[in-house]
Nanobody, 125 residues
Framework: QVQVLESGGGSVQAGESLRLSCSAS???????MGWYRRAAGKEPEGVATIQRESGDIYYLDSVRGRFTVSRGDGENTLYLQMNDLKPEDTGMYYC???????????????????WGRGTQVTVSG
């Protein structure tokens, strides 16, 4: 059974930080991994991705320099450190594992793969 669990969201003031965490299990396909978000009334957008084989990392232009994606010790463990948060970063954040053949990169959001229920990030100010 596939399980993807995100955590770490919350409500913060502009300029503050949050660290999102993700763990997943139950699937075996060779996958890239990353985060995407969906803001109310907007299309989902990819935020940060890691290509599993090369280790290459890609960021959405609007978060580059503020967000850092990293892998944990577990094979399917992922983090997103978000600094200097802005109101436009508000949204539901999803951790995703996408088949490597898709070559997932921001700003695209994945349409195949596995993701969880998300964790809400709300930035005020």
């Amino acid at each position: 059974q596939v399980q993807v669990l995100e955590s770490g969201g919350g409500s913060v003031q502009a300029g503050e930080s949050l660290r999102l965490s993700c763990s997943a299990s139950g699937f075996t396909f060779h996958s890239d991994m990353g985060w995407y978000r969906r803001a109310a009334g907007k299309e989902p957008e990819g935020v940060a991705t890691i290509q599993r084989e090369s280790g290459d990392i890609y960021y959405l232009d609007s978060v580059r320099g503020r967000f850092t994606v990293s892998r944990g010790d577990g094979e399917n463990t992922l983090y997103l450190q978000m600094n200097d948060l802005k109101p436009e970063d508000t949204g539901m954040y999803y951790c995703a594992f996408v088949p490597s053949r898709v070559n997932w990169r921001p700003p695209e959001a994945p349409d195949i793969g596995h993701w969880g229920r998300g964790t809400q990030v709300t930035v005020s100010g």
